[in-house]
């Protein structure tokens, strides 16, 4: 089974201000979705996260005690989820990493994160199965990874190939997650 869920597209940075705006909670409400996930003093891992639009509530989710680190290969992204998060009185819990094309540069991380999200991000990555396997490496034993995919750009086959990817990587699916008119599954790590 070839790794490429679907050929290789990144999201414009420019495009990053529409993905802030505050009309998107009319289709992706942040604390609803990341709040059965997330508990104060988490590390969480913020995968391809645009401009913040996730990262901030993850950020008051985790509390002062907690971290994120948001992890992204466009610097005019990270650029604009800093100047956000220190409007928002955030920066001081988020750590923003620059990605390769080749690697999200987390080694680092191995074994420390307690929850990982990657929102509309899978069918963008050139290589899924490297892309989970790092994500996977960084959990902590019986941390998760929630995985959201616009079934609109993903079709619910090469979501499940993606799950098999993520099983590959030593994910086990715990669940489907409902959310509407998205394919979504939260897995779990191994202890």
């Given at each position: ?93 988020i750590e923003c990493r620059l990605a390769s ?35 996977a490496s960084t959990l902590a034993p019986g ?31 715990v669940s489907n997650v409902p959310l509407s ?11």
């Amino acid at each position: 089974m070839s790794n490429k869920i679907c050929s290789f597209k990144i999201c414009p940075w420019w495009l990053g201000y529409f993905l802030v705006s505050p009309f998107r909670k009319l289709l992706d409400h942040p604390e609803k979705t990341l709040s059965p996930h997330v508990r104060e003093g988490m590390t969480v891992l913020d995968v391809g996260p645009g401009m913040g639009y996730f990262t901030l509530p993850l950020a008051k989710f985790v509390g002062p005690s907690g971290r994120v680190i948001a992890v992204d290969l466009q610097e005019k992204m990270l650029s604009g989820l800093q100047r956000r998060a220190k409007r928002a009185g955030l920066s001081e819990r988020i750590e923003c990493r620059l990605a390769s094309e080749k690697s999200l540069n987390l080694a680092d991380l191995a074994g420390r994160i307690n929850f990982a999200l990657a929102y509309y991000v899978v069918h963008e990555v050139p290589d899924a199965e490297r892309f989970l396997s790092e994500i996977a490496s960084t959990l902590a034993p019986g941390g998760r990874l929630l995985i959201v995919e616009p079934s609109g750009h993903v079709s619910r086959e090469n979501f499940g190939k993606t799950l098999n990817l993520a099983h590959k990587a030593g994910l086990s699916t715990v669940s489907n997650v409902p959310l509407s008119s998205k394919l979504s599954a939260s897995l779990e790590k191994g202890g």
